[in-house]
Structures are given as C-alpha cells and as structure tokens.
Nanobody, 129 residues
Framework: QVQLVESGGGLVQAGDSLRLSCAAS????????MGWFRQTPGKEREFVAA????????YYADSVKGRGTISRDNAQTTMYLQMNNLKPEDTAVYYC??????????????????????WGQGTQVTVSS
C-alpha cells in the first residue's frame, strides 16, 4: 500500500515553468513504477509521463515531449514533473499514480490508466494565455 500526495500546481502564464511533486508514503516506494496523468472536465484521464522504479527509463506523451521531465528520488520517496514552456492546453488536474510492478512488459502499458494501482487526489494546473 502506498499513499500519494501531489503538490506544486497553480496558476501560471503561457511560457512559464512549473514543477509538480508527488510525495509517497507507505511501503517500498522504490519498487513502484510511477506516472503522471492529467484530466480536464468531460474528458478521460490521459497519460503525461512515467518512470521505471530505478529511474533508468522514462516515457512521455507526445504532447509534453521536449517540455516535460519526470524524475524520482527514491531516498526521499518523491517523484517530480518539471514542465517548461507551459501552454493553455496543459490546463488540467494532474494526478500522480503508482503501479505495483517492477516492470511492464510492453511500452504501451506505461500509458494505460488501468495499469496503475494507486492514485493521488490531484493538483490543479491552470495556464493562462
């Protein structure tokens, strides 16, 4: 079992940067695959980024590739999402997620909401134009 709490959201202007944090508590944070997803009203939750438990591989949605960087500090049981050059279309509630697995057997699984077992409450990011 792991509990996840996101922070770092807020109101920013287009072109600004933001760093989201996900603090995890519970057991064995280091062996979970971690991910970020986002959701806007009336739409399905969508994948943003994921990182393996060792941090040696990362995955990004095309919409944030080149602007986002996911990282983790297993000693601090915290995951981060650095977002640069923010756009109004990045406005969403951002959720931290954890998958109780050492690895996923295909890259496409990292993108799948259903592969993740634990979720945070979300943090709002609003980007004004």
């Amino acid at each position: 079992q792991v509990q996840l709490v996101e922070s770092g959201g807020g109101l920013v202007q287009a072109g600004d940067s933001l760093r989201l944090s996900c603090a995890a508590s519970g057991r064995a944070f280091s062996i979970y695959i971690m991910g970020w997803f986002r959701q806007t009203p009336g739409k399905e939750r969508e994948f943003v980024a994921a990182i393996t438990w060792r941090g040696d591989r990362t995955y990004y949605a095309d919409s944030v590739k080149g602007r986002g960087t996911i990282s983790r500090d297993n000693a601090q049981t915290t995951m981060y999402l650095q977002m640069n050059n923010l756009k109004p279309e990045d406005t969403a509630v951002y959720y931290c997620a954890a998958a109780r697995a050492l690895q996923m057997y295909s890259a496409s699984q990292y993108y799948n909401v259903g592969e993740y077992d634990y979720w945070g409450q979300g943090t709002q990011v609003t980007v004004s134009s």
